[in-house]
C-alpha cells in the first residue's frame, strides 16, 4: 500500500486523494459546474446514452468522491497532529491560522464555482481540533451519531407521528432557482459576485438540509481514528481490516440502496417517501463509499504500478481542485464558452476526462522541478506568516515490516558489541 510512504507522505492516500479528484471531476463535468441543462435536438439514442452515463457517473461519485476527499482531510490532520513539535495550544493556534488560510482560498475558488468545499471543510475542521484529545471509542461513538443524521430522523420522526405535518420549504432550492433561472446571461464579475452571495447560500442551506454537514464532520473523524489505527500502511493485519470493511459495507448498501430506490413506491404520502429517502441516501452513499475505498485500498496492494499514477494529481489536490472550478466554469458558463447549451453528459464525460489527463501531465511537468503544487506552496507560505513551521520530530518508519528491520539492524549491533 505505502512502498515509498517516507515520514511525509503516505503514497497510498495520495493515490486516493488522485482518484477521488479524478472522479469529483467527471461529476462536476456532467453537472455543468452546477448550472444543470440539457442540450436541445439531439438524437434518442443520444438521449439514451446521456442518461445512462449520468446514471452511471453519479452512482459512482455522488456523495462518494467527497466522502472519501473528507476522510482524508481528517487523515492529513492526523498525520500533522501526530508529528506536532510544540505544545497542543501552540499547534491548536497554528492549524486555526491554517484552516483560515484555506478558507480564504475557498472562497477565491467560490468565484468561479458556488460548490466549493474548501471553505466548508476550514469552518468544520475546527471540530477536529475540539476532539483532537479524545480517545479514540469516544470519537468513534460521536462519529456514529452523525453519521445516523439526527437533524434528518427527528424531520421524519415527526411526519410519521402526525400525517398532517409539513416539512418547511428548503431555502436552498429557493436561492438555487435565483442561481441557474439567470446564469447564462451574465457577465464574469456578475456571475462572481452571484456566486459568493446567492451561491454560498444556497450551498450552505443544501449541505444543512441535506445532512452534509453533519456527515463531513464525522467522515474527518473517522479519517483521525483510520490516522491512529495506521490503517493505510501496509501489513497483513490491515489487509483483513480492509478485506472486512469491504464485505460487511457491501452487504449492508444492498438493503439500504434498495429501499431508498423503493420508497417512493411503497409509501403514498410524498412527505414521508422523501425523508425517508433522504435519510436512507445518506446511509447507502456512506456504505459504498467504504466499499469504493476499501476496493481501491485492497486493488492498490496489487497493482500499486498502475494506480499509483494517481498520486501525482493526488500530491496537487488543493491546486488541481481549484485548477478544475477555473477551467471547467469557463468550459460550461455564459460567459466563457457556454457548452452548457451544447454538451450533454456523454460530450461532458469525455470534456472531464480530457481535462483530468491535461491536470495529470501538468502535475507531473510541475513536480519534476518543485516540491510542492503552486496553491500547496501558496497555502503553506500563508499559514507560516504568523505560526512558522517547527522543527520536525525525527521520522517514524509507517509500517511493520520497516519496524522489524530496525530491530534486526539494533541486534546485530548488540551481538557485534559483545
Known amino acids: 500500500m505505502s512502498n515509498s510512504t517516507g515520514p511525509l507522505r503516505i503514497e497510498t492516500v495520495d493515490a486516493l486523494r488522485g482518484f477521488t479528484l479524478f472522479g469529483i471531476i467527471l461529476l462536476h463535468n456532467i453537472e455543468h459546474f452546477d448550472h444543470y441543462s440539457s442540450p436541445e435536438g439531439q438524437s434518442y439514442l443520444l438521449t439514451l446514452i446521456d442518461l445512462a452515463i449520468w446514471k452511471i457517473t453519479v452512482f459512482l461519485f455522488a456523495g462518494k468522491a467527497y466522502g472519501i476527499f473528507a476522510l482524508l482531510f481528517g487523515f492529513t490532520f492526523y498525520l500533522q497532529y501526530s508529528r506536532k513539535n510544540n505544545s497542543v495550544l501552540t499547534f491548536k493556534a497554528r492549524y486555526l491560522w491554517r484552516l483560515s488560510v484555506l478558507f480564504l482560498i475557498g472562497i477565491f475558488n467560490t468565484i468561479f464555482y458556488p460548490g466549493d468545499i474548501l471553505a466548508l471543510y476550514a469552518v468544520l475542521g475546527v471540530s477536529l481540533l475540539l476532539v483532537s484529545d479524545w480517545n479514540s471509542k469516544a470519537i468513534f461513538v460521536l462519529a456514529v451519531i452523525l453519521l445516523l443524521q439526527p437533524f434528518l430522523l427527528l424531520s421524519l ?39 459568493l452571495t446567492l451561491g454560498k447560500l444556497a450551498v450552505v442551506f443544501w449541505s444543512l438540509e441535506t445532512g452534509r454537514i453533519f456527515k463531513t464532520i464525522a467522515l474527518f473523524m473517522i479519517g483521525l481514528l483510520l490516522g491512529r489505527q495506521k490503517r493505510f500502511s501496509y501489513n497483513e493485519v490491515n489487509v483483513r481490516f480492509w478485506r472486512r470493511v469491504l464485505v460487511i459495507s457491501g452487504l449492508v448498501f444492498i438493503p439500504l440502496f434498495t429501499f431508498k430506490s423503493a420508497s417512493t413506491r411503497i409509501f403514498m404520502d410524498e412527505n414521508l417517501s422523501g425523508a425517508l429517502r433522504q435519510v436512507f441516501n445518506s446511509w447507502s452513499n456512506f456504505a459504498l463509499m467504504l466499499v469504493v475505498l476499501a476496493s481501491f485500498v485492497l486493488v492498490y496492494t496489487k497493482f500499486d504500478t498502475f494506480l499509483s499514477r494517481f498520486a501525482v494529481v493526488g500530491r496537487m489536490s488543493l491546486t488541481n481542485y481549484v485548477m478544475q472550478s477555473i477551467v471547467g466554469s469557463f468550459i460550461y458558463y455564459g460567459y466563457g464558452l457556454g457548452l452548457y447549451k451544447y454538451a450533454g453528459a456523454t460530450a461532458s464525460l469525455l470534456i472531464g476526462l480530457i481535462s483530468f489527463i491535461l491536470q495529470y501531465f501538468f502535475c507531473r511537468w510541475w513536480l519534476r522541478s518543485h516540491k510542492h503544487g503552486p496553491l500547496e506552496s501558496i497555502w503553506r507560505w500563508a499559514s507560516s506568516i504568523w505560526y512558522p513551521e517547527p522543527l520536525s520530530k525525527p521520522s517514524v518508519l509507517p509500517n511493520l515490516e520497516a519496524k522489524a528491520i530496525l530491530v534486526d539492524k539494533e541486534q546485530l549491533n548488540q551481538n557485534h558489541t559483545r
Open 157 to 195: 420522526f415527526q411526519i410519521i407521528n402526525d400525517p398532517a405535518y409539513l416539512p418547511p420549504n428548503k431555502m436552498s432550492d429557493f436561492y438555487f432557482n435565483m442561481v441557474r433561472t439567470k446564469a447564462p446571461l451574465y457577465t464574469f464579475s456578475e456571475k462572481a459576485i452571484e456566486n
